[in-house]
């Protein structure tokens, strides 16, 4: 028994000398680094740890402390941002002396220094004093705020201050565990120091309770380190564009802006975003500033407020230059969709707003909306303006519901019919097109492959693959598709376009109106009783008469409006349009895919720009129809961010993006085709704009 106590005072009283031996020497060991050179240090320190005896150890805590107190003179003036609060334990009660001594050598890195401020003179007074019970009171005065608790038993930790302009003006330091070398860590927090920035981060403390107003003098575009992909220096792009042809440069840009009603109706989806930073009035100048930044000659926004629209948005776009115009949703939606484009550079031609809600139809039974013009580029005056072809420009916001994609299809097809009517030409071509828009559809999905191939079989494909955004083939129920997948009343043909804009397919067959067939009602056919007509007294044995106000069979004319027979094909769409993304969705410097927002942490692309360009003649790689630009040029895109990017600014909304989205953004340039040679003039105005 007498043994077991021994064990169990002994041990614990042998573990607690031998601990503080070793803090004792480390800590020497520390001190003498700074002064001498480290081979010397070495051998010292090897040479007297093994042989030192309690009067010796006496003997250097002394000098120890009389270096140690010498190394900083109370007078020294050191930037105040903050206070050290200190935490002792009980194992350290005996050697407080050594404790603090320790942070005043410490002290000397930038971390601490940072941070100490006006506490230097007190953890002087704390080290030097002879009294333990003295030292834990003067550390009791300290605020109980600035106090922190440490993990484990670590006898000390620097705080942070949470002030209104210096949230992230000094890090705290953590000890980690208990038995660490402390002169790891000396060399670690030295090490850490000299990547400190010596200006306060922008970025807040994630943990942080007080709320950072954004910095203004730090803009959005560098703190996401968006880079401008300039791709009209590449080969393929300087083979197709000569030196002497003139191109119309513009920019063009694609921004789900997040609206308001939408955040405060789904705020679980915002859970790890800070209050602050959801409201509207943080909100609107971050986005304006990175509109404004970034500016877009042509401007094409979703999930637009209506009253932020006519209050807001309106007037500060017109006073940038912007001729606006907006289509709101359907029904009890408050948001919508808008299109600007700068009246210095542009000329609207027409204007066409799409809905795709259409009574009676449950293919067509939902609220999006969307919005097609065409527009004409501005030349210098004395210049024709026919050298340049029109743009068409088309932005829309299609349906989320990930279990619908037969309405996404259907709303596609309708919104490529109106492009297709408002994009042709009189030969039959189609003018340069580019489709903006929140599709609520990933890469590669049935859906983006019919925009960009042209083509998709859709009959007996489950609703929910045809967006690709969630995967639900383990349900034991899932809608298919079926052909047609609306009816013939809609007035668009499977090959998405109008039914009044089609050519009969065989000629000869047409359906007549009324008025037309009844001129055939007395000709000399329909009057010739046929041979096989049984014959019936009063009825069939009589001869009709023609009415005297009768026309001739001379005078039979063709009927002015026919309507043409289109059959309708079995679970296939098409269209020609020709469109192919602006981004390859992928990012090959950092083997990740691109990423437009992030839905519940998890990152994916809905968002995109097609163009219209040239399909390359036996060009089809693995399914995948390619093309090469023809009159509309790709000059340059804005870079996209990966996921991992997004995880460390806190995803989408943040204190810099205040949308869920990313915006997008690209350079395109327009031939001009009847000026070739001696306007060096011209390109200089096309290249960087009106003055």
Known sequence: MIGTVLC????????????????????????????????????????????????????????????????????????????????????????SELLMTSLSDLSSAPEVTRCAGQQLTELHALAS???????????????????????????????????????????????????????????SLARDAEAVPTEPPAWPIQDAVQFCPLPTEVPYHEVFWRDWEDLSVQPCMLEQVSKNTPLFEFRVMSYNILAQDLVEQGLDLYLHCHPDILNWNYRLP?????????????????????????????????????????????????????????????????????????????????????????????????????????LCVANTHVLFNPRRGDIKLAQMALLLAEIDKIAKTTEGSHYPIILCGDLNSVPDSPLYKFIRNGELSYHGMPAWKVSGQEDFSQQLYSRKLLAPLWPSSLGVTDNCRYVTLCQPKKPGRHKYSRDFLLQFRFCDVACERPPQLVLLEGVTDAKPDRPAHWPKPAAVVKDPDPQPFVPRSSGVLQHGLNLTSVYSHFLPQRGRPE??????????????????????????????????????????????????????????????CSSDHLCLMASFGLEISSLREGWAFLVDYVSFGAP
């Open 8 to 95: 169990y005072v002994l041990l614990p009283a042998a573990r607690l000398l031998r601990v503080l031996r070793d803090a004792f020497f480390t800590c020497r060991k520390n001190v003498l680094l700074a002064k001498s050179t480290s081979t010397q240090i070495e051998g010292v320190f090897a040479a007297t740890r093994g042989r030192l005896v309690p009067e010796e150890q006496e003997a250097l805590l002394q000098q120890w402390l009389e270096e140690g107190a010498g190394n900083l003179p109370a007078s020294e003036s050191v930037p105040t941002v903050g206070k050290v609060s200190v935490t002792l334990t009980s194992d350290w009660l005996e050697g």
């Open 129 to 187: 004093s002879e009294p333990q019970d003295h030292a834990v009171t003067e550390l009791a005065k300290l605020p109980v705020e600035e106090t922190v608790a440490v993990a484990g038993s670590a006898p000390w930790a620097a705080v942070v201050p949470q002030t209104d302009h210096q949230i992230a003006g000094c890090a705290a330091i953590d000890l980690g565990v208990q038995n660490e070398d402390p002169a790891v860590l000396a060399w």
């Open 286 to 390: 971050n986005l304006l500033q990175e509109i404004q930044h970034w500016d877009p000659d042509v401007l094409c926004l979703q999930e637009v407020q209506e009253n932020h629209y006519w209050e807001q948005l309106e007037p500060t776009f017109k006073e940038m230059g912007f001729a606006c115009f907006y289509k709101r949703r359907t029904g009890t939606k408050t948001d919508g969709c808008a299109v600007c484009y700068k009246h210095s550079r542009f000329q609207l031609i027409t204007l066409s707003p799409v809905e795709y809600f259409r009574p009676g139809l449950d293919i067509l039974n939902r609220d999006n909306v969307g919005l097609v013009l065409l527009l004409q580029p501005l030349l210098p005056e004395g210049l024709d303006q026919k050298a340049v072809s029109p």
């Open 595 to 656: 990423v437009t927002t992030m839905p519940m942490g998890l990152g994916a692309t809905v968002d995109y720009i097609f163009y219209s360009a040239e399909p390359v003649q036996n060009g089809n790689k693995g399914g995948r129809r390619l093309y090469q630009d023809g009159a509309l040029k790709l000059l340059g895109r804005l870079s996209l961010l990966s996921e991992d990017v997004l995880l460390l600014a806190n995803g989408l909304p943040n204190h810099f």
